[in-house]
C-alpha cells in the first residue's frame, strides 16, 4: 500500500491542513507542539481505528468535531480510496474512480475493508497491530526492551500471538469428545449388523447343490462343445486348403511379374560395371602425374613456412637498424649537453657583480611597495566604496520594480483556492493510473498462484465434504453439526472463486483507465500555475519587509558617500611614488636577472654526472645492437635460394595438373567398382531364385488338387450340425436351475450387503478410532506448538533484525540476537552486550532493526512509522541513522518524526509542520 495525502481539519492542534506524501523516506520536521506526531495519530485512528485519546480530546480547542481524510493507494486491487473519518458523523470511504461513496460507515463494516485493502489477514486486530508494531508511540520505542523478562514475555507473546495456540487447545476439546462419540456408535452398529448375518450359512449349503447340477448340465454341453469343435477343425481345414489353393494361384501370378522386373534390373547394373572398369583404367594411367602433383603442393607448403621466417628475420634486423640509428642520435645529443656545461661554470663567475647591484635595487623596490601599498589600500577601499554605493543605488532602484511588481500579484492570488482544487482532482486520478501500472505485473502473478491455490483447495474441499456427507448418512444425530461444516467449506470455496473472480475484473480494467501523459500534462501545468502563485503569495507577504528595506538603502547610500569624499583626499600622493618604482623596474630588468640565470646554470651543473653515465650506457648500448644485427644476417643467408626453390616447385605442380584433374573426375567411379561387380551376382542370383521358387510354386499347386476333397466338406457339415441340435436342447433346461441357483445368490447379495456394511463399519470404526487419536495428538501439537512457533518466529526476526542493525549503524563487525526471553544482546569485539549496557544511540538503532523485523516477517505490511527516532543520539550518530533509514529498501514508505534538521539532507520529500496560532 502507499499513502498519498492527508487532510486535517480541527484535529488536535490543527485547523485546516493538508500533507502529501511521496514513495520512500517522508521526514515530518518542526518545532515542538507544532503538531508532528499528531498527523501520524491521525492516519492511526483513520486507517488502523486505533487512538490512545478520547473523542473529545481529537477535537480542536473550540471546534464542534474533528475530521481525518487519508488517500492511500489499496495493496488489494491497485486502487485508489480516500478514507475519512470525523468524531460526529463516523467514517466514509470514497473511491474515486467511480465517484462514489462505499456503502461502508459502522466500524464493523469498515475494519474488515480496511484489512483487506491494508494487505492483512482477516483476523488481525489492526489497533493491536498499530500499538505494537507499526507505530510505536513517541518515547516507548525502546521502553519494552528495557523491562523485565516477564514482563517483555507479555508484550511479546501478544505481539507473536502465542495465546492463540492455547486457545486452540481448549477449544478442540469438545471435538474430541464427538471423534469419541462416532466411535462408540460404530461399535453398536457392528453388532446389529452380526445379528441379521445368521442364516448366512443355510444359504451357502442350497446354493453349493444347485450349483453341482448346474455344473453337471454344463460339463455336458462341454463335451458336446468339444465335439463341435473337433468337426469345426475338419471344417476350417478342408475350407483352409480352398483358400490355399487360391493363394498359391496369385504367388504364381506375382512371382511371374518379379522374374520380368529382376531381367530389367540385370541389364542396367551390368551397364553401370562397364563404365567402373573404363574409370580404373583412367586412374591407373594417371596416377604417378596425381601423386607429384601432391609431393609438389607439400613442397609448396614448406617453402611457404621458411619464407615466413626469412620474413621474421628480416622485420628483426629492421628493428635493430632503427635502434642502432636512435642510439647515434642520442651519444649526439649527450655530447653537446656535457659540451654546454663547461661553458655554463664560466658564466656563473661572471655574474656575480651584477648579482650584487641586483640585491641594492631590490631592496630599494620593496621600501617604495609598502609605501604604495598602504595606498593601495586606501585605493581599494575608495573602490569598494565606490562599488557599494552603485550595489546600493542599483539595489534600491531593484527594490522600487519589485515593490511595484509585487502589488501587481493581488489578481493571481485570488485564482489559487480554483487552481488547488483541480491539482488535487488530476493527482487523484494520476495516481489511479500510476498504482494501476505498478501493481499490473505483481498482480498477475498473484491471480496465477492464486489459481493454483484455489484448485489445490477445491479438491481438499472436495475431500473433506464427501467426508461430511458419508458421516452424515451414518450418524443422522450429527446432521446439524455437519451442515454447518459443510456451509463453511463451501463458504470457502466460494470466497475464493470470488477473490480471483475480482482479481481478473481488476486486471481488465487496468487497461481501460485513463491516459497517464495527457493527466501528467495536464497536472504539470495546474502545478506550474500554482508554482508560481505561491510564489507571489510569499512574495507579497513579504511587501512590508521591502518597504523598511527600502529607507535603510537610502539611509547606507548617504553614508557611503560621505566616506567616498575622505578616501578621496588620502591619494594625492600616488602618483610621484609610483613613478619612483617604475624607474626602479626598468634598472632591475635592464641587469637580465643575473641572480636567476646563475642558480640555472649552477642546476645544470648538478646534472653533469647523471649525463656522463647515460653517455657510457648509450655506447655500450649500441655495440650491443651492432652484434646482434651481424648474427641476423648470417641467419638470412641460409635463405638465399629460397625463390628459387618455390618456382621450380610451382613449374613442376602445373606440368600434372592435367593427370590430377582426369584421377580425380574418374576416382568416385572407379571406387564403386567393387560395389556393382557385388551388387551384379546378387543380381543373377535373385534371378535364379525367383524361378526356382516360380517352379515350387507350381508343383505345391499340383499336390494340392490331386488330394483335395470337396464332396467330404459336405459331410462334416452335416455331422456337425447334428451335434449342434443336441446342444441346444440342454441349454434349453439349464436356465430354470439358474434362475432358482440367482435367487438364493440374491438372498446371499443381500446378506452380503449386511456383511460388507459390517466390513466397512469396522473399517470406518477404524478411521474413526484413528481421527480420534488424531484429535488428541493434534490437541497436544497446539498445546506444545507455542514454543516451538515462537522459537521459529524469533529465529527468524533475530535474522532480519541482525542485518537492518549492521545496516543501520553502518558496521560490519558486530551482531544483534533476539533470545527466547526477548533479551536484544549485541556482539562486538567477541564480546556480548545487554540491551541495558548499551548507549542511547546505541538502544534505539538495536529497537529499531527488531521493530522492523517484526513488521516484516509478521504482518507482511510494507509502511512504517518512527516518532522521534534519533532520542538520545548524538550529531554523528542522528545522521548515521537517518541515512540508515533513508536507504532501508524493504518498505515502500517509510514516516519519520522529528523535530531538528537530522532527515532534511537524506530524503527528497521533507514535510515541515509549523505551529498554528490558537
Known amino acids: 500500500m502507499e499513502i498519498l495525502s492527508i487532510s486535517l481539519k480541527n484535529f488536535k492542534v490543527h485547523s485546516d491542513r493538508y500533507f502529501e506524501f511521496q514513495p520512500g523516506t517522508n521526514a515530518i520536521c518542526g518545532e515542538n507542539g507544532a503538531g508532528k506526531t499528531s498527523i501520524l495519530e491521525a492516519i492511526a485512528w483513520a486507517l488502523f481505528n486505533y487512538s490512545s485519546y478520547t473523542k473529545e480530546e481529537l477535537i480542536r480547542r473550540g471546534a464542534a468535531s474533528a475530521q481525518v481524510s487519508v488517500t492511500f493507494t489499496s495493496r488489494g486491487d491497485g486502487r485508489t480510496y480516500r478514507v475519512q473519518r470525523c468524531t ?85 476439546r469438545d471435538l474430541e469428545k464427538y471423534a469419541q462419540q462416532q466411535v462408540q456408535e460404530l461399535e453398536r452398529a457392528i453388532a446389529y449388523y452380526t445379528e441379521n448375518l445368521r442364516d448366512w450359512d443355510l444359504l451357502h449349503t442350497q446354493r453349493a447343490d444347485l450349483q453341482q447340477e448346474v455344473t453337471k448340465d454344463k460339463t455336458a454341453l462341454q463335451q458336446l462343445q468339444i465335439q463341435l469343435e473337433q468337426l469345426q477343425h475338419q471344417k476350417d481345414r478342408l475350407t483352409a486348403q480352398s483358400h490355399q489353393i487360391q493363394q498359391l494361384e496369385v504367388q ?26 573404363q ?80 640585491t641594492e635595487l631590490e631592496q630599494n623596490q620593496e621600501a617604495i611597495a609598502q609605501q604604495l601599498q598602504q595606498l593601495f589600500s586606501a585605493e581599494l577601499e575608495r573602490q569598494n566604496v565606490t562599488k557599494q554605493l552603485a550595489k546600493l543605488k542599483g539595489e534600491l532602484e531593484h527594490l522600487n520594480a519589485e515593490i511595484e511588481r509585487i502589488r501587481s500579484f493581488e489578481a493571481v492570488l485570488e485564482q489559487i483556492p480554483t487552481w488547488e482544487q483541480q491539482r488535487d482532482r488530476l493527482q487523484a486520478q494520476l495516481s489511479r493510473i500510476a498504482a494501476a501500472k505498478q501493481f499490473e505485473a505483481d498482480l498477475s502473478q498473484i491471480v496465477s498462484h492464486g489459481q493454483t491455490q484455489r484448485d489445490r483447495y477445491l479438491r481438499d474441499a472436495e475431500t473433506a465434504i464427501a467426508g461430511l456427507q458419508e458421516l452424515q448418512r451414518s450418524v443422522p444425530l450429527l446432521a446439524a453439526s455437519v451442515d ?6 463451501q463458504a470457502g470455496v466460494d470466497l475464493n472463486n470470488e477473490i480471483l473472480e475480482n482479481l481478473q475484473q481488476i486486471l481488465g480494467d487496468l487497461s481501460e483507465q485513463v491516459s497517464a501523459s495527457k493527466l501528467e ?35 547606507d547610500t548617504a553614508e557611503l558617500q560621505a566616506k567616498l569624499q575622505y578616501l578621496q583626499t588620502q591619494l594625492v600622493s600616488q602618483a610621484t611614488l609610483q613613478q619612483q618604482k617604475t624607474q626602479i623596474a626598468t634598472e632591475i630588468a635592464a641587469l637580465g636577472n643575473p641572480r636567476g640565470r646563475s642558480q640555472l646554470r649552477q642546476q645544470e651543473l648538478q646534472q653533469q654526472a647523471q649525463l656522463q653515465m647515460q653517455y657510457n650506457q648509450a655506447q655500450q648500448a649500441q655495440m650491443e645492437v651492432a652484434q646482434a644485427v651481424t ?142 487419536q488424531f484429535i488428541s495428538d493434534a490437541r497436544q501439537v497446539y498445546n506444545q506448538a507455542g514454543p516451538r512457533i515462537t522459537k521459529f518466529y524469533i529465529e527468524e526476526i533475530s535474522r532480519e533484525a ?117
Open 88 to 172: 460526529s458523523k463516523g467514517y466514509e470511504i470514497f473511491d474515486p474512480q467511480i465517484r462514489q461513496r462505499l456503502d461502508l460507515k459502522n466500524v464493523s463494516d469498515v475494519l474488515p475493508w480496511l484489512k483487506e485493502h491494508l494487505g492483512v489477514a482477516k483476523e488481525t486486530d489492526l489497533p493491536k497491530l498499530f500499538a505494537d508494531t507499526i507505530g510505536i508511540p513517541q518515547g516507548t520505542f525502546t521502553e519494552d526492551f528495557k523491562k523485565a523478562a516477564d514482563e517483555r514475555r507479555k508484550v511479546f507473546d501478544r505481539i507473536l500471538r502465542v495465546d492463540e495456540y492455547k486457545q486452540a487447545f481448549e477449544k478442540s
Open 631 to 772: 648474427h641476423l644476417e648470417a641467419q638470412l643467408a641460409e635463405f638465399a635460394d629460397l625463390p628459387d626453390q618455390i618456382e621450380t616447385q610451382k613449374n613442376q605442380k602445373a606440368r600434372h595438373q592435367n593427370a590430377r584433374d582426369l584421377y580425380l573426375q574418374n576416382q568416385k567411379d572407379a571406387e564403386q567398382l567393387p560395389t556393382l561387380e557385388a551388387n551384379f551376382e546378387a543380381a543373377i542370383a535373385q534371378l535364379s531364385t525367383l524361378t526356382t521358387n516360380q517352379a515350387i510354386v507350381q508343383a505345391q499347386l499340383a499336390q494340392l488338387a490331386e488330394t483335395y476333397d470337396p464332396q467330404h466338406l459336405q459331410e462334416v457339415e452335416a455331422t456337425y450340425n447334428a451335434i449342434r441340435s443336441q446342444k441346444d436342447q440342454i441349454e434349453g433346461g439349464l436356465p430354470q436351475k439358474q434362475k432358482f441357483l440367482y435367487q438364493i445368490e440374491h438372498q446371499l447379495a443381500e446378506l452380503q450387503a449386511i456383511a460388507d456394511q459390517r466390513t466397512k463399519a469396522q473399517a470406518n470404526l477404524l478411521e474413526r478410532q484413528r481421527v480420534q
Open 484 to 489: 454447518s461444516a459443510l456451509d463453511t467449506l
Open 252 to 277: 504364381f501370378s506375382t512371382l511371374q511379374a518379379q522374374l520380368t522386373g529382376q531381367r530389367q534390373t540385370n541389364v542396367l547394373l551390368e551397364q553401370s560395371l562397364q563404365r567402373a572398369k
Open 521 to 555: 500534462q495536464q497536472l504539470g501545468e495546474v502545478k506550474r500555475q500554482l508554482e508560481t502563485a505561491y510564489q507571489q503569495r510569499t512574495h507579497f507577504a513579504g511587501l512590508e519587509s521591502l518597504l523598511n528595506k527600502q529607507t535603510a538603502l537610502q539611509q
Open 802 to 918: 541482525d542485518k537492518l542493525f549492521r545496516e543501520l549503524i553502518n558496521r560490519q563487525n558486530v551482531a544483534l540476537e533476539w533470545t527466547g526471553d526477548y533479551e536484544i544482546r549485541i556482539q562486538e569485539g567477541g564480546y556480548w552486550r545487554t540491551f541495558r549496557s548499551l548507549s542511547g544511540g546505541e538502544q534505539m538503532c538495536a529497537a529499531l532493526a527488531v521493530r522492523l523485523a517484526l513488521l516484516k516477517v509478521l504482518a507482511d505490511i510494507d509502511v512504517a512509522f518512527f516518532d522521534e527516532p534519533t532520542t538520545n543520539m548524538d550529531r554523528a550518530r542522528r545522521e548515521q541513522l537517518a541515512e540508515a533509514i533513508a536507504n532501508i529498501k524493504s518498505f515502500r514508505q517509510l514516516f519519520i518524526i522529528s523535530h531538528d534538521d537530522t532527515f532534511e539532507n537524506v530524503t527528497e520529500n521533507l514535510i515541515r509542520v509549523e505551529r498554528e496560532a490558537l
Open 279 to 358: 574409370a580404373v583404367a583412367t586412374c591407373e594411367a594417371n596416377r604417378a602425374g596425381y601423386q607429384t602433383f601432391l609431393q609438389a603442393e607439400s613442397a609448396l607448403q614448406a617453402l611457404d613456412r621458411q619464407s615466413k621466417q626469412q620474413q621474421a628475420l628480416l622485420k628483426q634486423r629492421q628493428g635493430y637498424q632503427m635502434t642502432w640509428e636512435n642510439s647515434q642520435a642520442k651519444l649526439t645529443k649527450l655530447t653537446l649537453q656535457l659540451e654546454s656545461l663547461t661553458a655554463a661554470q664560466q658564466e656563473i663567475e661572471q655574474l656575480q657583480p651584477l648579482i650584487q647591484q641586483q
